[in-house]
């Protein structure tokens, strides 16, 4: 199945943010997070949305679980709940071909700057996981935390064994990037050129009328009810 066009996946993402901050009761951000994660299952990533939404449901648990002993916990825990719909959205650009994407924005005049950044940050997360697993394997080597619970015994040993030399290799990932994406000419001044067919189809169309007309329809339907 042809997947979506990137500019359909920043449509969708501006306007799940707008809904985002009109939306105000826990109701209309589950139904948000019902349309992202059937937005994930038509632009192709239907196997990463159970993931998103059980992360959801365990902060919301955590969040009421934490409430009655400490108030700052629940407020912080539902802050980072309420932002998952919101990465939903914009995990399909993230999983996206770095190529399509750049000849996507640059269709719209998107600054060749903020085209660079983008590419950059994409190959980062995948190459910063593979580095934080190197790091925990390297500590679990050397017998400095043979368990996870011993995590727990001393929290500022484990914060300076993974954090320092995680902030050195991301130090050292980004010049690395920077460099690769140089001499890959994603600074060039030149119009970019595409192996893949970009454009809007009937099915980009169709599925942002969808996802913008499910949202008013998750408003109106919550405050209805409430009312």
């Known amino acids: 199945m042809e997947k979506l066009d990137i500019r359909t996946h920043l449509i969708v993402l501006i306007s799940a943010t707008l809904f985002w901050f009109v939306f105000q009761s826990n109701a209309e951000i589950h139904g948000l997070v019902v349309l992202c994660a059937l937005y994930m299952c038509v632009a192709g990533y239907w196997e990463k949305a159970p993931g998103f939404i059980m992360t959801y449901i365990i902060m919301l648990l955590l969040a009421y679980l934490t409430a009655p002993i ?4 629940y407020v912080v825990i539902c802050t980072f709940a309420r932002a998952i719909p919101l990465t939903m959205v914009a995990a399909p650009i993230l999983y996206a071909n770095p190529s399509r994407m750049m000849y996507s924005f640059q269709r ?3 600054p060749k700057n903020v085209l660079v950044m983008l590419c950059i940050l994409i ?6 996981e593979k580095e934080m697993l190197s790091i925990r394997n390297g500590i679990r080597a050397r017998g400095i935390f043979p368990t996870w619970w011993s995590i727990l015994k001393n929290p500022i040993m484990a914060y300076e064994c993974f954090f ?10 980004s010049t690395e990037l920077g460099a690769s994406a ?9 119009p970019r050129s595409c192996i893949y067919n970009i454009g809007f189809t009937y099915r980009d169309i169709l599925t942002i009328l969808g996802f913008v007309l499910g949202c008013i329809g998750v408003m109106l339907g919550v405050r209805t009810w409430l009312s």
Not at 70 to 73: L, P
Not at 123 to 128: A, K, L
Not at 164 to 173: A, D, G, M, N, Y
């Open 70 to 73: 400490m108030g700052i916990m």
């Open 123 to 128: 190959r980062f997360f995948p190459v910063i």
């Open 182 to 190: 140089e001499l890959r000419g994603l600074d060039s001044s030149n």
């Open 108 to 110: 719209i005049h998107v």
């Open 164 to 173: 320092v030399p995680l902030t050195v290799r991301c130090l050292k990932l």
